[in-house]
């Protein structure tokens, strides 16, 4: 089997609440979507996506996944979808870097060698673990009062874990998470995620500030020894996020002990397969994990199901729905959050069939 066509799609995809807000004053609006069709001589087609948290977030951005496959796809085709490991090494050797470009070609093989094989991509990254899986709602930055509110109304819906986006004014930051932990459960799970957004007197007066609370601190400042060295000097468990962009951090990570938790975003990884090999050396060093990418719809949040869902359960702390975050559909068949929790498909591949309608023609193919 070979690849004969490699396609993209953009898609414009409106928040629901309106405004994502996070450190630094960083937000958006609507948030540009690119789906990547992998076309085969064997008549199978299987679908990705990448969908970058504006440009200001993580060295990606929406116009760069586009440009980075016009320049990729050409030294793809002819190349077998379902070898992956090879694949992954032919896209490697063609563009240096740049892993949110490769992420959604990636993806799309997975998509097809689920449905040569009639299996769900869960099955093939290791095996379903249980009926479902957690999810956490991620609270976007506003008044310490606004944000509780918020949290209070998606605990009515079911969620149990939640992302508090701080990492602006250490004052306001301490206030956010005392009135959000006050309108908590002994039970639920809060993070308060500062997204980098802070120096590290900043961070430690903030973790100094909820010392008796129960709250995960993530991501606290820019660099890895930054984050170190307030890990060093707190009780509270600790996830990293920015800095885990490959194998090497996760190992420098665990021999340094600088947390407890990490994040893999499937895009900052290059698609499932290196964001596979994370997740199984985080289950072997006992790491907990929330598995997600850094934005996207229906088919992000289908590729984050598969490999949340074949996640052991005790490893991992959080997955994500973000196509519950938008308000424009691009696949039938997508998972959908039911009370806080989230299955993966149990059909062939993602078990998605993307709304050609709603993704107009593409922009740009082989």
């Not at 094989?117 to 976007?140: H, K, M, W």
């Not at 639920?188 to 957004?197: C, E, M, P, S």
């Not at 991992?316 to 989230?342: E, I, K």
Request: charged residues 20%; hydrophobic residues 40%.
């Amino acid at each position: 089997m070979k690849i004969t066509r490699i396609a993209a799609y953009q898609v414009d995809l409106p928040l629901n609440e309106g405004r994502y807000s996070w450190s630094g004053g960083k937000s958006v609006d609507v948030f540009d979507s690119t789906i990547v069709q992998v076309e085969t001589d064997a008549g199978f087609t299987g679908y990705g996506e990448v969908c970058p948290l504006g440009p200001f977030y993580l060295p990606a951005y929406a116009r760069g996944v586009r440009a980075g496959l016009a320049e990729l796809a050409p030294h793809l085709i002819g190349a077998n979808p379902v070898e992956l490991t090879k694949l992954n090494r032919k896209m490697d050797a063609a563009l240096q870097g740049h892993p949110y470009v490769k992420s959604g070609i990636d993806i799309a093989c997975w998509d097809i060698l689920g449905q040569v094989t009639n299996q769900p991509v869960c099955s093939l990254l290791g095996g379903r673990y249980g009926e479902d899986f957690v999810l956490y709602r991620a609270i976007s930055q506003a008044t310490p009062d606004e944000m509780a509110d918020n949290v209070a109304g998606y605990r009515e819906e079911g969620y149990r874990r939640f992302q508090l986006k701080v990492g602006g004014d250490p004052d306001t930051d301490i206030a956010r998470i005392h009135a959000v932990r006050e309108r908590l459960h002994p039970s639920d799970k809060l993070i308060a995620d500062a997204n980098t957004g802070w120096t590290m007197h900043e961070a430690m007066r903030v973790v100094r500030g909820v010392q008796d609370l129960d709250v995960y601190i993530e991501q606290p400042c820019l660099t890895y020894e930054e984050c170190l060295s307030i890990r060093r000097q707190t009780n509270h468990p600790f996830v990293l996020d920015e800095v885990i962009n490959g194998i090497q951090p996760l190992l420098r990570g665990h021999a340094d002990l600088a947390m407890d938790a990490v994040n893999i975003k499937i895009s900052k990884f290059g698609g499932l397969t290196k964001a596979k090999q994370a997740r199984d050396l985080c289950v072997s060093l006992g790491i907990a994990m929330t598995i997600e990418d850094s934005w996207g719809g229906d088919i992000v949040t289908a590729a984050i199901s598969h490999l949340a869902h074949s996640t052991p359960t005790e490893l991992l702390l959080t997955s994500t729905d973000f196509n519950s975050y938008v308000s424009v559909s691009t696949a039938d068949g997508a998972p959908q959050r039911q009370h806080g929790r989230m299955a993966a498909s149990t059909a062939p591949g993602l078990g998605i069939q993307p709304k050609l309608d709603v993704l107009g023609g593409p922009i740009w193919s082989t």
